[in-house]
């Protein structure tokens, strides 16, 4: 190409000097700004793969410039046999182009060889087809583990220590990235770290089980916290201790801080945080959106103290759709209609179940006035799962 450049703008003629010249001066620009010179098989290769997202794999022109960074390919041959893949497993068209969109490199994959090992074996393990689609189409990345270094040896360990296949599967669907991790480097010496601080056997395995990702940072981070948990006064042999470690491990100092400071502003002392952790871990891992929207609706909308939520800090983690609003707003009503007198306590509002909320609250009444209040919690709810009722923040 640039032989063919040079001889048409000198004429034929030969000027070793000029031609250096316009190497370094002219020839980007010309390529640039005429695309016809320029080469063109990269360009026709990433157009074909480009296209090839779009159409047969569901992407958007967008989701498809961005995955043709990632995988590039001048015939279909090596895609569709990982598409035909996809679809005899019975994955639909949305999680394909799920899985492609979050992993485009699956399109180079063998088939053969990386991936029907990997669905043989979760298959082998009791996992329905629906499951499968569900979790790959989350978890495209497993597919990149070694099935021999990784899977197997994971699975195993995990199998042996719960004696049970079916919660291992569950530990795996909680925290999927934790067949990437080697458990003689993360595991083993956090669990020591645990044991030598006297939490009991059975609170460790309970911690993976429910709270796996807590075992997995380094393990000199981990000891720091879980020397921090000892100090505000946590006993190692609740389980609230095991959920405080992974808490802490979960966030930064800053974010940590931040924390403190929303708690602050919304009226909590510090003693009433760490107290309020000490009772509900969860409590610092709510986002600080959530926090301003419980306790703005629970001081500013239904009238308690601030102080009162510092002692029932489990209603953070409650849903304000489904429980706290509806409830809350339902309760008001009853009042105004004088069919409530006696100021309520958070448990008794929040804490009881759908059941014996509504049997309490509900049907207590006679069946006319009973079907009306039904109707009007029912209202309660669907405005709340609407959004229509909204808080303002603090």
Known sequence: MFSFLSKTILHGRRRPTKIEAFKSHNLCYILRNNPSLSFSTSSDQQSFTVSYLIKTCGLSPQSALS?????????????????????????????????IRKMPTILSSNVEKTLLPKVTFLNSKGISRTDLTKFFAKNPHFLRLSLERKITPSFNFLSNLFQSENVALDVLNTYPRIFSYDFDSYFLPNCNVLRQTGVPELIIVKGLRQLPKTFFIAPVVFKENVEKVKKMGFSPERFNFVLAVGVLGSMSKSTWERKFVVYKKCGWSEKEILEAFRSFPWALSTSE??????????????GFQASSIAKRPAVLGMSMEKRIVPRGLFVK???SMGLLKKELGLPMLFWITEELFLKRFVYCYE??????????????LNLAAGGKHKTDKL
């Open 289 to 302: 959106d959530k926090i301003k929207a419980v306790m703005d609706f629970i001081v500013n909308v239904m």
């Open 333 to 335: 009503d009853l009042m």
């Open 367 to 380: 069946e006319e006035k009973a079907s009306e209040l039904l109707k009007l919690y029912n209202e309660k």
């Open 67 to 99: 995955a043709s960074k990632h995988v590039n390919f001048e015939t279909p041959n090596q895609p569709d046999s990982v598409m035909a893949f996809l679809n005899t497993h019975g994955f639909s068209k949305p999680q394909i182009a799920t899985i």
